[in-house]
């Protein structure tokens, strides 16, 4: 079908076959009632005209909708990650994702006002940023997972990582590697910053370094690495920390722009392991996050909570680990 054609419907294809709209459906839906011939007849027609049955439309017909609504951010190359493990848990139970971004120009609750329109049964939030009073009143509409950012709320399910725990793993691999002087770039007021940034306190306290800890206001992007790195080019630390990935390689240019080598001078740890942190000239160490549990654990809740399941546990904490790559080393030696 070329662009700008419309798209062929049942009445196309049972007009070109000879056949009513009725048995056509009951061909594409493949239930009894069409001989053998009528079926391979309207299937050949089919393939002809490229028709697509729209399932979504099937499903809202029938007065039953297997959508989980997913709103996030196109800003956040990790969330991609995470749309490829939510279609892989939702393929799985015969469910499908319907999905509203949030951009520059588009906001939260505008994506979610999309899919509310949609009819789905369940809403899935990667990182929702709106307060939790706002995601409450949602939830007594529909069922409403939030990802990667605690609600502390009884009406939303909540599935996230360990972020504290993320910021342990990190500062414990520096440590081991002989560092002291440590920095963590934050997020900001980006969800979960907060509690990546106490974890990233917690551990220097618990390795007596709390002296030497320094936090640099950050971001959730490369321009917010890029300013921490010229911050931190004044008096640079051995290590450093930082909020996610994205902002990690904003901060790898800065520094080595500022003339210092990662990691013979300096070592960078990053957070979530997205997809471009394993590209060979970033070879990012970092911690990561689950996505094939998080993302099946999500769906299995919404689910759950479409069929009034009980659940046991309203928020689910998955352990994350560390991916160590090229950026950290041990370091320099004292002139």
Do not use: W
Not at 286 to 309: F, Y
């Amino acid at each position: 079908m070329r662009a700008g054609d419309r798209r062929p419907t049942l009445a196309d294809v049972a007009a070109a076959a000879d056949v009513s709209i009725a048995l056509v459906s009951i061909v594409m839906r493949d239930a009894p009632g069409a001989s053998a011939a009528t079926r391979q007849r309207v299937l050949e027609v089919a393939r002809r005209l490229d028709y697509q049955p729209d399932s979504r439309a099937r499903l809202l017909r029938s007065g039953e909708s297997r959508l989980l609504g997913v709103v996030f951010a196109v800003q956040h190359p990790f969330h991609d990650d995470m749309l490829t493990g939510l279609y892989d848990a939702a393929d799985k139970i015969g469910y499908e994702l319907t999905l509203s971004a949030v951009t520059p120009r588009r906001d939260e609750r505008t994506a979610i006002g999309g899919l509310l329109q949609d009819r789905c049964a369940a809403l899935v939030l990667l990182g929702p940023q709106i307060p939790a009073a706002e995601l409450a009143t949602l939830a007594t509409r529909l069922p409403v997972v939030s990802m990667m950012r605690g609600v502390r709320h009884s009406a939303v399910d909540v599935v996230r990582t360990d972020d504290a725990r993320g910021l342990h793993l990190a500062v414990d691999h520096l440590v081991a590697l002989g560092h002291t002087r440590i920095a963590h770039v934050d997020g900001g007021r980006m969800v979960a910053s907060a509690e990546r940034r106490q974890g990233f306190r917690d551990a220097m306290r618990r390795h007596g370094l709390e002296a030497y800890g320094k936090v640099v206001v950050g971001g959730y992007g490369e321009e917010d690495g890029a300013r921490a790195a010229r911050e931190l080019l004044i008096d640079p630390p051995t290590a450093v920390t930082t909020f996610n990935d994205l902002s990690a390689t904003g901060l790898l240019d800065g520094l080595r722009r500022g003339g210092l080598d990662v990691p013979g001078d300096i070592s960078v740890v990053g957070y979530d392991d997205s997809s471009f942190s394993r590209l060979a000239h970033i070879d990012l160490t970092t911690v990561a996050q689950d996505i094939d549990t998080m993302a099946t654990l999500a769906v299995s809740r919404a689910v759950d909570r479409i069929a009034a399941a009980p659940v046991a546990h309203r928020e689910i904490v998955i352990p994350p680990r560390l991916v160590v790559r090229g950026t950290t080393a041990p370091p320099p030696l004292p002139p």
